[in-house]
């Protein structure tokens, strides 16, 4: 999971940790910054809902969540089966 990435483009779009905890149905902010911080998994379901609140389009979010990167977090964030992979990497090509 590119953290960077993600945390940019919820800036960019000008929200808060707070608004996406409170759109993604969390108790408080702390919940969403740990997503941010790497230190809770997120799975597909919980990706393509923060993917629709950042209105990312395949690529990005292919790129956010998905994208094989090494990246150093306390659980491991960038486990992705095969199957799953090929779903998004034909589609970057249209993008």
Known sequence: MNLKLLKDERVKRGFTQKYMAEQLGFKDRSSYCLIE????????ELA????????FNRKTTYLVFYAPKVQETST???SIS????DKWEPNLQRQ
Not at 37 to 44: A, E, L, P, Q
Not at 48 to 55: G, P, Q, V
Not at 82 to 85: M, S, V
Request: charged share 35%.
């Open 37 to 44: 911080k790497g230190k809770t998994s997120v799975d597909v």
């Open 48 to 55: 393509n809902k923060i993917a629709t609140i950042l209105d």
């Open 76 to 78: 491991n964030l960038n």
């Open 82 to 85: 095969t199957e799953e992979r």
